[in-house]
């Protein structure tokens, strides 16, 4: 079976101006060209297609794709398996997200009394989730599954009021990472002391056992993983970098 660059437009769903892109940057290249210029797709761009599209939908950069399914090692069997897992658990989140706001309506709706935990649960949940999501790999690579899991069941055991320090304590770090950096401050000055120990508060807020490694390890991430990098470097450039400075700096000293 062979598809049309308008056939294969209009059976996956996506633009002939998207395939033209895709066949540019050679993420996806049309099994034939005509004289005419035309563009034709085989069984095996058929497929190519579909892993993209799964890729895109999990949020997944082109660049990434390419380098994934042009991968001599790229088993497709296995990513499928893997893109499952990964929308199975965005399911489950969505749902218990779902059931959240039902319950809140329903509590409104009968003028009841919820209790505050009872609220906060489903956000827990899904800071837990978004943080597996995002970087559960590494730091499972990093560590083990166990730290993995004890980090998650920290965050679920939080209370109320813990939850909120552990939130407002975040955006105080991102708030004052981006003075310090902006401001021309050291990692190995005052601002950074008070960054590294910051930081240290959000660890431990659960009442875990500090370790000093283990901060320097995750403090090592945020410039060895992009998507750590990203998040604090998502308003001011750097930010990532100083953090990572001021923590090897002042661990073990706070």
Known sequence: MEYSIQEMSKLAGVTTRALRW?????LLKPSRTAESGYRYYGPAEVD???????????GV????IRESLDDPSFDRLSALRSHLSTLMAERARIEKLIGSVKETILSLERNDVMMD??????FKRRAVEENEKRYGAEIRQTYDDQEMDQANASVMGLTQEQYRQWESLGQ???SKLRQ?????DAPSGEKGEELAALHRRWLTISGNQYDVDRHKGLAELYVADERFTAYYDRETDGCAQFLRDAILHWAGKL
């Not at 950069?61 to 990434?64: H, P, Y």
């Open 22 to 26: 895709y066949d540019k940057i050679g």
């Open 48 to 58: 190519r297609l579909q892993d993209i599209l799964y890729y895109r939908a999990l």
């Open 61 to 64: 950069e082109l660049a990434r």
């Open 117 to 122: 935990e009872q609220k906060f649960q489903a």
């Open 172 to 174: 105080e770090i991102r």
């Open 180 to 184: 310090a950096v902006e401001m021309g």
